[in-house]
């Protein structure tokens, strides 16, 4: 089992910036790939970003490309989501997941691509 922990939503005026962290422990952490999904109510879950854990390979939704930045701590199994240039539709809660396996490669930008979840964290852009 692994335990995701995501930490560092909030509430920041449109044009600023914030970072999400998510703290992976548990079974001895090797994920494939790691990701950002968000969701506003009577929403479905979409995707934002997603990193392959060993290359550091990088994948954006076409919303947030050129804002938002996903990068990885191996020697701490933390990713981070740098959301800079926030806008009133960033609002959201943020989960952080993990994916095992190759199938992410086909999957990376959909729920189905990601084993664990964490419980997400709120972010909130005023205008």
């Known amino acids: 089992q692994v335990q995701l922990v995501e930490s560092g939503g909030g509430l920041v005026q449109a044009g600023g910036s914030l970072r999400l962290s998510c703290a992976a422990s548990?079974?001895?952490?090797?994920?494939?790939?790691m990701g950002w999904f968000r969701q506003t109510p009577g929403k479905e879950r979409e995707f934002v970003a997603a990193?392959?854990?060993?290359?550091?390979?990088?994948y954006y939704a076409d919303s947030v490309k050129g804002r938002f930045i996903i990068s990885r701590d191996s020697a701490k199994n933390t990713e981070y989501l740098q959301m800079n240039s926030l806008e009133p539709e960033d609002t959201a809660v943020y989960y952080c997941?993990?994916?095992?396996?190759?199938?992410?490669?086909?999957?990376?930008?959909?729920?189905?691509?990601?084993?664990?979840w964490g419980q997400g964290t709120q972010v909130t852009v005023s205008s």
């Open positions: 548990g079974r001895t952490f090797s994920a494939y790939a």
């Open positions: 990193i392959r854990w060993s290359s550091g390979n990088t």
């Open positions: 997941a993990a994916a095992y396996g190759s199938r992410w490669l086909s999957t990376w930008s959909y729920e189905r691509g990601y084993d664990y």
